[in-house]
């Protein structure tokens, strides 16, 4: 797992999709909103990189 970057109620992570060992197919970043008491409220996902058609 990468790092999470954290501020108040809204974390950021990085992610990646791929063979283990290989080169990552799929790369993107995922920010969650969390309630007060630290539970998931949202997950906003972004694809930096995908696979050409």
């Excluded at 990468?2 to 197919?25: C, K, M, Q, S, Y």
């Excluded at 909103?33 to 630290?38: P, S």
Aim: proline fraction near 4%; hydrophobic fraction near 45%; charged fraction near 25%.
């Amino acid at each position: 797992m990468n790092d999470v970057d954290a501020h108040h109620d809204v974390a950021r992570f990085t992610w990646h999709l791929g063979p283990e060992g290989g080169e990552a197919i799929v790369v993107g970043f995922d920010v969650a909103v969390l309630t007060g008491d630290g539970r998931i409220r949202e997950v906003h996902g972004f694809l930096d990189r995908v696979p050409a058609l």
